[in-house]
């Protein structure tokens, strides 16, 4: 009788979840997707005694990367932001017992509702709420309490606690604006340049195909893309990029680091909308995107109203910053969550840059209104979205 391992199981469980997750727009029923998830999840939480803890710990954190596909799926990068504020220790589902079962059986009236629900305890991007509902009208975060309602709200405490963090995400993403005392954070809408996915399947596509199991796209001059399987060899990698790529503010990124370190803008590769082989692929190291890319090309020199602007790259501690300057003074700075957007997703450099001159164009503008800032820009629409504790009935 052949010997099937746990951890050969687990990868089997991966790949079926990820290549059902993949098929959407679907039949699948995603409610029950997620409790097919959780329940892998809870098996690992409890694994064999010969089994590794390490691998243990490994399977659960890479279904829960799966579901992060759920969430870039369904909800706009600037909700996951908001939503992914309070990030903590993965919950152990195991030692929730009926509390779990509760926050479930709250996701099927959600559903029964209209909404796509999502069990955030399952996802490594959402640290509000234990469930959030998606439809095409708006967002729903549920705050699940398998205990009858108090008789008055708890003013201090873990619940206290967790109510004022969902009401300042329903306020700042209705209002676009909150006052968190020594900031004002304000919503502004910028539309980022978006990925061509069918030219990065195609790239993955074609690195299968090749003898040496490597393959390149060029987004742009000094600015490539890499697919690599994970037989292939250093050489055989170099091979495949163009002579121009030699600049000498040269950026190398590994995708496969956004597995354990993806974001509200940042996606993991096993998230991207190609197939789900390919998916569960990059998930499992069996392919891998390297992307390498002059950063310099962010650099511009442009004209605002007479008054000479420059956009500068900026490195420091490993990150990525943009400084714009107006006549030779520093006027603002681009972070790294803006800057770095183009080098670690599947989009040009130069389509970046272009962006965010605009962008700097749109805040010098506010700046001559005299205006309080990003008030001329205008701030993002509101969202209809609503935070609510959820009781067990009496």
Known sequence: MCHVSTTSKWMQTRRSLLLELAALPGELDLLQWQRRLADAIIRAENPPSDVDRFEAKRHRQLLRVIADGLVHWLLPDHTIRSLSRHPGRPASLSAQGADFDFVFGQAAALASLGYIPIVTDLTTLIGVGDIVGWNPDGVVVLECKNRPAPAQEAKTG???????????????LTTSRIDEGDVMRQAVTLSLPSP????????????????SGTAAYSLGPADT???????????QFMEVLPDGDKAAQMAVVFYSELIDGASYRLMAPSSYPISGEQRFRLLEGELQLVRIADVGCLAAEFDHDGAAVAMVPERSAGRLDL??????????????????????MPVPMAALRQTLIGFAHELLRDRASGAERFDGIGLAPGDNFKYMTVYRPD
Do not use: N
Request: hydrophobic share 40%; proline share 3%; net charge negative.
């Open 158 to 172: 873990r619940l206290a606690r967790q109510r004022r963090r969902g009401e300042q995400v329903e306020t700042y």
């Open 225 to 235: 893309l890499v697919a690599a399987t994970s037989q292939s060899t250093p050489e």
């Open 323 to 344: 400084r714009i300057d107006v006549e030779g003074g520093e006027f603002t700075k681009v972070t790294h969550q803006l800057a770095e957007f183009a080098l670690w």
């Open 196 to 211: 061509d996915w069918d030219a990065v399947a195609d790239l993955l596509t074609r690195c299968d195909a090749s003898p």
